[in-house]
């Protein structure tokens, strides 16, 4: 197998038809100061499909992720909600108007919290595992893992290629957010890498042995939950390295690890207030990785906590071009920042690194709900090999681009408040949206209206 064929491929989540504000994420600063504002679907789902065909054109492989079914009618009716969809929508709305704003939520676009991903390279067996994230920590996102399951399985089905672990027990001690807590460390990328997991907190132990905890917002993912997907994916102690996440980020507002540190090929660029023991989580990487590591260290000097939050400068996507630059991926509010545009441009692009270029992109509509250019996309290192034998058309290209952004403009909304979350045409609207996509993506029946 040729290094040079083998390529990460960034999978996208189309920004669903039920985009809206409703604050559900608690921890989540942007989500929650949002919330009741006015959403535009469309234009989030355009923005979206806008910022995967600029990396297309410029080189970088590029697939699609179809949202997820919503209003989620069958979590109503497990909740007790009876009657037709129409009654339960309006009941719900009168009753219970928390817990429709939930199965309503369009957080699958966010496809960096879909799960974990072991390419064949690290793999003993020689597959790309695959494991969804049980997201119990919150529940509009604990309705994913299942259709996030069939997703995954309809698009790498090949056994040959692809193997597909259970989600772990949806317990509080087993809290997996995926892979925006989860880094992949290495020279080329179809070389052997380092995986480094970063969790909240511990489950088990006693006190002594837990390690401090966040204090103002709840850690979501735990060690146990790491280590066993670790396990799960055959990964060995010389290949991972877990680190705990510092908890004064948690409380100020970085729910996940990839809100303040994102690395790619060896580059690890991170705020220093990214792990709670930093020294140790550096020299356990050099120790393990066999190209040596380029940290990137922005001091609290340079950016703030609250900055680095407000900006999204960490949730950035970091690419590796065929020169051995890379590029970094910002959304646009890090321009707003005037400590964070300094630092991308006077330390981060004038350092001893590989970054050589700064992109922004505007994704406005995913960044008021608190998700960034990595949030939005699931990486997969890919041989040629394994993206040769991906089922469906998920990989983008022009026509793909342009067939689907005609489908959005034909099916999204361009103005959705909470109130219209009852609205049962709404649900009507995005069965009949969703049944097209499949057939546009050819995936088959992935969603439960589909499979009765």
């Not at 491929?9 to 409703?22: A, E, M, Q």
């Not at 060690?223 to 991972?240: K, M, N, P």
């Amino acid at each position: 197998m040729s290094l040079n064929s083998i390529r990460e491929v960034n999978f996208d989540g189309l920004v669903g038809l039920t985009h809206n504000y409703s604050g559900l994420a608690h921890g989540n600063v942007a989500s929650m100061s949002h919330g009741g504002l006015v959403s535009n679907p469309k234009e989030g789902a355009l923005q979206g499909l806008a910022k995967m065909k600029s990396l297309m054109d410029a080189g970088y492989a590029q697939g699609v992720l179809p949202p997820q079914q919503r209003p989620d009618l069958g979590a109503l009716r497990d909740l007790g909600f009876t009657g037709s969809d129409r009654e339960m929508l309006a009941r719900a709305a009168k009753q219970a108007p928390q817990l429709l704003r939930a199965v309503c939520s369009a957080s699958s676009m966010w496809t960096a919290n879909a799960g974990t991903i072991t390419p064949s390279v690290d793999a003993p067996d020689g597959r790309v595992h695959f494991t969804p994230a049980n997201l119990q920590s919150s529940f509009h996102r604990y309705l994913e893992p299942k259709t996030t399951g069939r997703v995954l399985q309809a698009i790498f089905r090949d056994e040959q290629h692809f193997a597909h672990h259970p989600v772990l027990p949806a317990t509080p001690a087993f809290s997996d957010e995926g892979a925006a807590n989860h880094t992949r460390l290495c020279g080329e990328y179809g070389e052997p890498g380092v995986h480094l997991f970063v969790y909240g907190r511990r489950a088990f132990g006693d006190a002594s042995s837990s390690g401090r905890e966040p204090k103002r917002y709840p850690a979501r993912q735990t060690l146990e939950a790491s280590q066993a997907v670790a396990r799960q994916h055959g990964l060995s102690d010389a290949q991972t390295v877990f680190a705990q996440q510092h908890p004064e980020a948690i409380d100020a507002g970085v729910f996940h690890n990839d809100v303040i540190a994102v690395g790619n090929g060896p580059v690890l660029l991170y705020h220093e207030m990214a792990f709670l023991d930093e020294e140790r989580t550096l020299n356990e990487l050099r120790a393990k990785m066999s190209t040596p590591l380029i940290p990137v260290r922005v001091p609290m000097e340079a950016v703030s906590m609250e900055d680095a939050v407000a900006s999204y400068l960490f949730n950035s996507q970091l690419l590796s071009n065929p020169d051995g630059t890379m590029t970094l991926v910002v959304p646009s509010e890090c321009q707003e920042r005037e400590a964070v545009w300094r630092t991308l441009q006077d330390f981060i692009l004038a350092g001893n690194n590989p970054i050589g270029e700064v992109v922004v992109k505007d994704v406005k509509q995913s960044m008021r709900n608190g998700g960034g250019p990595a949030c939005l996309r699931l990486r997969v290192v890919l041989s040629e090999a394994e993206r040769a034998a991906l089922s469906g058309r998920v990989l983008l290209d022009d026509a793909l681009y342009d067939d689907l952004t005609a489908w959005v403009s034909r099916h999204y909304r361009d103005r959705l408040a909470t109130d219209d979350l009852a609205d049962p045409q709404l649900a009507t609207e995005v069965l009949t949206a969703l049944d097209e996509l499949t057939q546009l993506l050819n995936i088959g029946s992935v969603y439960p209206f589909q499979q009765g």
